[in-house]
């Protein structure tokens, strides 16, 4: 595994656990080189799975390109990385569940916002002004107002 602080590939495993209900394995690796660690993930690799965007253009899915999304919600947010990797995998999960080879962008970003509700609402209300391409302010109140009534 290469080192994502000085690229170095030359590296140790100090611990693994299993993680995700036993679905994947995190390991926690130091750089022999910098001395730096970080952490890594290996999970069973499913049948291939397409996104149909929607423009109609297919691609392969990526969990990377949803925990980007997610990640981005919640900067500057208490969210950990480690709600974040439970979310990723959690949608991921329920994907593989479906037994699908293809599924609509906007079913994941349903799947997002739907968690995000739980653990953040200000990352909530962020993916979903992207997630749903707010036009203007009045949308925004609406979403933040639909979040605020459906608290009660």
């Known amino acids: 595994m290469r080192c994502p602080y000085c690229h170095s590939a030359n590296d140790k495993v ?20 910098c001395g730096r660690r970080f952490t890594t993930f290996e999970y069973i690799e499913a049948a291939e799975l397409h996104v149909i965007k929607s423009n109609g253009e297919r691609e392969t899915f990526d969990r990377q390109k949803i925990k ?28 593989q569940n479906r037994m699908i080879t293809e ?31 707010f ?3 009045a949308q925004f109140r609406d979403e933040a107002l639909g979040l605020l009534l459906k608290k009660d």
């Open 103 to 133: 599924l609509r962008a906007g079913d994941i970003g349903e799947m997002v916002l739907r968690r995000l509700r739980k653990i953040d609402e200000v990352a909530y209300i962020r993916f979903a002004s992207v997630y749903k391409s």
């Open 135 to 137: 036009r203007d302010a």
């Open 68 to 95: 980007r999304g997610i990640w981005r919600a919640c900067e500057k947010r208490s969210v950990t990385e480690e709600d974040i990797e439970n979310v990723v995998s959690e949608i991921e999960k329920e994907i």
């Open 14 to 33: 100090v611990n693994s656990r299993t993680c995700q209900d036993g679905d994947a394995i995190r390991r926690r690796r130091e750089c022999l080189d």
